[in-house]
């Protein structure tokens, strides 16, 4: 049995093997099974525990089975006093020191269960199976190796049998499964109840964040019909840089100095984009141009901005409680935040009426703000404003919300997620104004797609239209010089010469 789990996928064979040291009968005279009396480790594990693989009988002679001296044997009552011992021995200790002893004992109780059954054979093995048990007691289970790839960016979990990452921007099927519906449904509890949250029936879904700030939903059945679905956006410690994205080619340096200019200038700029395309990055690389000595007042779902500015007041939302009452929704956190002396506003993304909101601030004095929306080309994130607007129930005639849109966005910066994974800001886009009826827009710089090569990467350039902005007259009233190269197509450039 144990055998046949050590062959299978690390997660089963690992809830396996845990199974097994459970069941394991006490077989005293040969090798080292599993007792009762033996819990109430953490106190008596102080020692070093025996490596795989190394011989039993090299311990201390009067070293009792898990090399500890002196060690109290079958007294009734005895393992659940020790395992109170424990449990409270753990509570004064920090999360790292709780692991290594955890890890002790886990790696004890594995080189015991190994040693009788000739499991120690591949020490390779035997320390990923360790893992495995490690992870399932201190972490998030078969998924805990997957966060602590730093290649992974994204970890989907379509019910128990199917868990999707993001590497490198492209999904893949990972090899790791949880055992059943069940076992989905312990993880998540294990996230969101530290959090005062719940995950059932009657509220089957959730937004919640790990300690290390990484955005979790999870959302169970009825509502998902493949088993309990969770989705993690990893936090990634080491945000992306201008020059990061540079070298990724998302933006080239002259679309950085561009938009650098923009956000000192205060212009007010709506990052645009699908899901996962990279608003967020682009948001935060936008708002780290902003003048050390502003005050600036951020509103979000989940906190995933860093500003390393000094002078920021971060506010996030507030989900309801149990019954349904308590919401704070980003629309209430916009309005309170006019109240709050901002010298700029940055919303994490607007959804729905706060639209409405955030237009009106923008158009009266509280210019430089920032945020992002959800569409797939500058257009169609005009399309998307007007029906924001229109979930603030004003009941506002068409026209009157399109010429609020034109006098308060100054730029949309477009942003797309390409087939071959890579991240693109495919528009930099002025909103030059309102003819007739007509919001319109006038592309600064764009992406233009040449091909495909052999390994599926897009090629293409992004390059100047060759239209310089309404708005250059700001650049020179604040001093700020943009070389006139920065708006020439190449082949301009070199006319010009
Ligand atoms: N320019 C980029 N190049 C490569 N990877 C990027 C880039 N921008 C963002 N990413 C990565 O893509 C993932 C999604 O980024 P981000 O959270 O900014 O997207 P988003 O559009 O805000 O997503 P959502 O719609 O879910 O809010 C992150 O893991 C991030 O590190
Ligand atoms: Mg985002």
């Not at 009734?76 to 955890?102: W, Y």
């Not at 603030?392 to 006098?407: F, H, N």
């Amino acid at each position: 049995m144990v055998a046949s789990a050590w062959r299978t996928p690390p997660p089963q064979c690992a809830l396996a093997l845990l199974e097994v040291a459970q069941r394991v009968p006490a077989r005293p005279a040969e090798g080292y099974p599993i007792r009762r009396q033996e819990r109430g480790f953490f106190r008596r594990v102080a020692g070093r525990p025996a490596p795989f693989g190394q011989a039993q009988d090299d311990r201390q002679p009067d070293a009792g089975p898990h090399g500890v001296r002196g060690r109290a044997r079958g007294r009734p009552g005895q393992g659940r006093q020790d395992d109170a011992r424990d449990t409270e021995a753990l509570k004064n200790v920090d999360e790292k020191e709780k692991e290594k002893l955890v890890r002790q004992k886990i790696e004890e109780l594995i080189g015991s269960i190994g040693a009788d059954r000739d499991l120690a054979r591949t020490s390779l093995g035997l320390k990923n199976l360790v893992q495995d048990v490690v992870d399932e007691v201190m972490g998030l289970g078969p998924i805990e190796m997957l966060l602590r790839d730093d290649e992974i960016s994204e970890v989907m979990v379509n019910g128990p049998k199917k868990i999707y990452v993001e590497r490198h921007g492209k999904l893949v099927l990972s090899e790791r499964r949880f055992r059943d519906d069940g076992h989905v449904m312990h993880i998540i509890h294990k996230i969101v109840a530290p959090l005062g949250r719940h995950i059932d029936e009657s509220s089957p879904m959730v937004d919640a964040r790990l300690k290390d700030g990484s955005r979790v939903n999870a959302i169970i059945p009825p509502l998902a019909l493949c088993g309990p679905v969770l989705t993690i956006r990893k936090f990634k410690k080491d945000q992306l840089t201008p020059k990061d994205l540079i070298k990724y080619g998302t933006l080239t340096e002259e679309m950085c100095d561009f938009l650098a200019a923009c956000v000192r200038v205060r212009l007010n700029v709506l990052v645009s984009g699908g899901t996962g395309s990279g608003k967020t990055t682009t948001l935060n690389i936008l708002s780290s141009f902003i003048p050390p000595d502003e005050r600036i007042i951020t509103v979000e779902d989940a906190a995933e901005l860093q500003l390393r500015q000094e002078h920021v007041v971060s506010m996030e939302t507030r989900p309801p409680n149990i019954e349904g009452k308590g919401e704070i929704s980003i629309r209430d956190l916009v309005r309170n935040c006019l109240r709050m002396r901002p010298e700029r506003i940055i919303v994490g993304e607007i959804r729905g009426g706060e639209a409405l909101d955030m237009l009106q601030a923008m158009n009266t004095g509280h210019d430089g703000s920032l945020t992002t929306g959800h569409a797939n080309s500058p257009r169609d994130m005009i399309a998307r404003l007007e029906t924001m607007v229109m979930m603030a129930g004003m009941d506002l005639p068409s026209k009157a919300i399109r010429e609020q849109i034109a006098s308060a966005i100054d730029l949309i910066v477009q942003q797309n997620r390409l087939r071959d994974g890579s991240r693109k800001i495919t528009h930099i886009t002025e909103v030059a104004g309102i003819e007739g009826d007509l919001v319109v827009l006038q592309d600064i710089f764009r992406f233009e797609q040449t091909g495909v090569d052999e390994r599926g990467k897009i090629l293409g350039r992004l390059k100047p239209t060759g239209i310089r902005p309404k708005f250059m007259h700001k650049f020179q009233e604040e001093g700020i010089v943009l070389p006139a190269r920065i708006f020439m197509s190449k082949d301009e450039e070199s006319a010009a010469w």
